[in-house]
């Protein structure tokens, strides 16, 4: 919503006038959800239309000064939980998980969801997948009114700190070609497309692109451990 402040005598001048109109526009375009892929939704966006009405990044520093970051308690998803996971998968994708859905991947053992928690409010969560050698994101959202207020990347960063060089070194998720919010936001926090899969989803005959963030090992973790037995045995 555009607000204006003039004195008695203050005109806005025509420049003025175009940047809150680009404003404007750009405000309502970001309420839309940065999407994770992977749970076969499709941006109900159009792709000129976002690149034509996105903010310059003088517009962008200032608009995100609209909306206070807010710290939140992270922790793993209980059943008490599934109604507002629920209201938040409802009201962020085109073809949302149903409870059934959350409860049979839950139920796999390698399987982990995880709430954002904010003034005892669940204002978040994440599925993932547990393989060897990596996590693999399967669906990702934060609610409607908590958006842009950095709940996304404190969960991405949580997963992220579950990475070691030791074990599991690497997060991995698909994202729809047309999903431009998906890849833009993982971006900013570390992860990169690594190869395009051709048709991936029944529902459509879109790509997909895999992206992927590697963990970087510390100068710590980058130095080889001596071996006292090799050692003593010369």
């Avoid at 607000?3 to 006038?17: F, G, I, L, N, Y």
């Avoid at 969960?155 to 998906?182: D, P």
Wanted: with cysteine.
């Amino acid at each position: 919503m555009r607000q204006e402040v003039r004195s008695a005598k203050a005109v806005t001048s025509a420049a003025e006038e175009g940047w809150l109109n680009r404003l404007k526009g750009w405000v309502g375009y970001g309420k839309t959800l940065w999407q994770a892929a992977g749970d076969g939704v499709q941006t109900g966006a159009n792709h000129k239309n976002m690149i034509s009405n996105g903010p310059t990044r003088k517009e962008a520093t200032m608009s995100a000064d609209h909306k206070q970051q807010v710290r939140v308690h992270i922790r793993w998803m209980i059943r008490r939980d599934m109604p507002e996971v629920l209201d938040i998968e409802q009201s962020s994708f085109e073809f949302p998980w149903f409870e059934e859905d959350f409860i049979r991947c839950l139920r796999q053992r390698n399987c982990i969801g995880m709430v954002a928690e904010h003034g005892e409010r669940v204002v978040g969560f994440m599925i993932y997948e547990l393989h060897k050698t990596r996590l693999h994101i399967l669906n990702f959202a934060v609610s409607e009114n908590s958006r842009h207020r950095s709940i996304g990347h404190q969960m991405a960063e949580k997963l992220i700190s579950k990475l070691s060089s030791q074990r599991r070194t690497r997060v991995s998720l698909e994202v729809r070609e047309t999903n431009l919010q998906a890849q833009l936001f993982f971006k900013s926090v570390g992860f990169r497309a690594t190869s395009v899969l051709r048709s991936f989803y029944e529902d459509s005959p879109e790509d997909a692109y895999l992206m992927q963030f590697r963990h970087e090992p510390d100068a710590i973790d980058a130095i080889i451990p001596i071996n006292r037995i090799d050692r003593l045995a010369g």
